[in-house]
């Protein structure tokens, strides 16, 4: 057995070894080129003022954010700083977005993103929201696509890895967020080597209030201490059902590479949802004491806050027979994806030859007719006839991981050790296509493929080695994207990209969905009236300094091109001075930053309309200045001023001005 595993593993090495190693052609050499057909670059190119036609959002994996690019062009719009801090954007350092970085371990300033998924109305991805999962410190996000900004995140408890996570069902009911590792649960102090038998997997079932998108941990179920994947919810015939890959139900503890790969088949877990929310409804499952951060953002105060939550709904399985089941599945599977039509469920055993198709028709007669196999923890197993539709063989295909779909009844598979994407037909399960990738991809993406209603032109890549594609950069070369048009028989490969980061996996949506016609759809600017900052001016008459104790409160504005007020005394060595800034900007597109010499935080860029804060405990007397970071306007490098610093003791008086008058007090 051991040397089976390892010769496949010393077989997959080298493959992958070859494959990575092997195009190191001169430039221009046609295997390097993937034989571009001639009209590929006329099908990237977005001209010059011309949007592009779809959006893409790419996990940054270990930047912790999430990156929004344009297809067909492949054009980096914007970074959206989600688990990790963004100095760029002044996330995480302004006093306001601070509480979004709250845990259970207190402040974490990074995070490791792998998951986006966009929610959907009636099995179709709307627009409105965006979730991604944290692996590192368990957590999802929630990010709304009018104004691109992170709004709120919520702590997993009992979770450790959050992999298999955050899928969102066809009508966005829940967001799903599962454990990878699995942990004594509740936490406590034991040996390691006990683990078998006595650490638990949390899936989690997050529900989503339709209106505003609040996540709320609905219930989280206490299943045997496998490794949890990935996931897909059910969608059409099969929605209500949601689906988990599991490797290491060995539940092995160490060396982990031989340990977990000694089962032929792992499992895929079925779990009725609705069975479980009906469950709970009438009173089922158990509040147990937990200890997790919920953060929300308020666009009226522009503020985060966080809040401890200190229980949790737990189910056991075994108190709700007929909800859950195993589906045998070759080995170690990672990806677990659902086709539009929630018939099929395929386990990409990234350790087998083949992937394994599953008919959701047969689980429901295999479950009706009680076709099992034992049970697992209680758990029955159907058996593996009784629910398999078939598998595919991918001829040289090695390390199959995801799969998408089309709308013609197609699946794209990645093929992470032999660097391609592999094109079958889920009925037939033939292989259609083929096509090679630079180098080693993870993840690809349809748009919509996550749903009933694929958007099926393009399909982008997701690589993780990129050798001799792009400019060297050091030891370390950008990771990449490939896009390519599906729309004909072949697949054809259109257009690297660099992405941020690691990309895992992405979500894309047409463009019209988000932004409307002629862009209405997505925030412009934050109306002052509505501000409701406490510390927020409306006016530069409302601009004032305030000493409380050692503490210096400025109500500072900005709008082109200065700031009021822009000359402060009166503030002391030994003092916190608190910049509390409104952008009284009511234009589209007109931001400001603002920093300070020394400050032991991030400079600031705030929004129209909005009103943020960044602290300065000042180490040195001087006068000292501040300016605005932003190229606003022709006068922006005149948009500055200074803050006089007096020693410790000294009896300076706060005094504040613009021009040489106190702001709202000119007329006198
Ligand atoms: Cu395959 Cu985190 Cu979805 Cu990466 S995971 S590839
Ligand atoms: Cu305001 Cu530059």
């Known amino acids: 057995m051991k040397t089976i595993i390892k010769s ?4 997959a090495l080298s493959a992958m070894f070859i494959v990575s190693c092997a195009p190191t052609e001169k430039k221009g050499s046609k295997s390097n080129k993937g034989a571009l057909a001639g009209n590929a670059a006329e099908k990237v190119y977005v001209a010059p003022g011309e949007l592009d036609s779809h959006y893409a ?33 002044g996330y995480g350092y302004s006093e306001e977005t601070k509480p979004m970085l709250m845990t259970s371990h207190g402040f974490v300033p990074w995070g490791d993103s792998h998951h986006p998924d966009i929610s959907q109305t009636e099995g179709s991805v ?16 929630r990010i709304s696509l009018k104004t691109f900004e992170t709004e709120e995140i919520i702590e997993i408890p009992n979770s450790a890895g959050n992999h298999s996570s955050s899928f969102v069902t066809e009508n966005s009911e829940y967001v799903v967020a599962g454990t990878r590792f699995s942990v004594p649960f509740p936490q406590k102090d034991m040996p390691i080597s006990e683990m078998k038998g006595n650490f638990s997997g949390a899936l989690s079932f997050l529900k989503i209030d339709p209106e505003h998108g609040h996540m709320n941990i609905e219930f989280q179920i206490k299943m045997p201490g496998f490794n949890y994947d990935l996931s897909h919810p059910g969608r059409g015939k099969s929605h209500g059902w949601f689906f988990f890959s599991t490797y290491n139900t060995e539940e092995a503890h160490t060396l982990m590479e031989n340990n977990a790969s000694r089962n032929e088949k792992d499992f895929i877990a079925a779990i009725n ?11 089922g499952g158990k509040m147990v004491p937990a200890n997790y951060a919920h953060n929300t953002w308020d666009d009226d105060t522009h503020t985060a806050t966080s809040v401890m939550k200190k229980e949790v709904l737990v189910v056991e399985p075994k ?55 034992g049970d697992a923890y209680g758990i029955p197993i159907l058996k593996f006839e009784a629910v398999n539709y078939g598998s595919v063989e991918p001829g040289a295909g090695l390390g199959p991981l995801h799969t998408e779909f089309d709308t013609r009844g ?30 080693s991809v993870g993840h690809l993406m349809i748009p919509g493929g996550n749903s009933r209603t694929p958007d099926d032109k393009y399909l982008v890549a997701m690589n993780k080695i990129t050798k001799d594609r792009y400019l060297p950069t050091g030891p370390e070369v950008c990771q990449s994207a490939q ?102 900007e009511q234009d589209y597109d007109v931001p400001h930053g603002i920093s300070m010499i020394g400050a032991n935080t991030s400079e600031l860029l705030i929004m129209p309309g909005r009103t943020t804060t960044f602290t300065w405990e000042p180490k040195q007397i001087g006068v000292w200045p501040f300016y605005c970071t932003d190229f606003c306007s022709a006068l922006h490098q005149e948009m500055q001023g200074y803050v006089r610093v007096s020693p410790k003791g000294s009896n300076t008086p706060i005094s504040f001005t613009l021009d040489g008058d106190i702001p709202g007090e000119e007329e006198e």
Request: proline share 5%; glycine share 8%; net charge neutral.
């Open 8 to 11: 496949i593993f010393l077989f």
């Open 57 to 89: 959002f790419i996990s940054g994996g270990f930047s912790g954010q999430l990156a929004v690019y344009g297809l067909p062009s492949g054009r980096l719009f914007r970074v959206i700083p989600v688990f990790s801090q963004d100095p760029e954007k």
């Open 126 to 141: 709307d627009g409105r929201w965006v979730f991604i999962n944290e692996n590192n410190t368990p957590r999802i996000a």
């Open 273 to 283: 949802w609705k069975v479980i929310e009906e469950y709970v409804k009438n009173g």
């Open 319 to 373: 108190d709700v027979p007929g909800a859950i089941y195993f589906l045998p599945t070759a080995k170690s599977p990672h990806g677990c994806d659902v086709d539009p039509t929630g018939e099929y469920i395929i386990g990409n055993g990234k350790l087998a030859a083949a992937m394994t198709v599953h008919s959701f028709t047969k689980m429901q007669k295999a479950i009706a007719d009680k076709a099992f196999d």
């Open 410 to 439: 197609n699946a794209y598979t990645t093929f992470f050790i032999s660097s391609e994407v592999v094109k079958w037909n889920v009925k037939s399960l033939k292989v259609l296509d083929r096509h090679k990738v630079y180098y």
């Open 483 to 584: 896009l390519f048009d599906i729309s004909g028989e072949k697949m054809e490969l259109l257009l690297d990209f660099p992405t941020i980061g690691e990309p895992h996996y992405a979500a894309g949506i047409a463009a019209e969905k988000i932004m409307g016609a002629e862009g209405k759809k997505t925030t412009k600017i934050f109306r002052l009236d509505d501000n409701k900052h406490p510390y927020a001016v409306k006016s530069e008459a409302e601009t004032k300094v305030v000493r409380k104790g050692n503490e210096v409160h400025i109500s500072m504005s900005m709008i082109r091109s200065h700031f009021s007020p822009d000359n402060i005394e009166g503030v002391k060595v030994g003092d916190k001075v608190f910049f509390h800034v409104t952008n009284l």
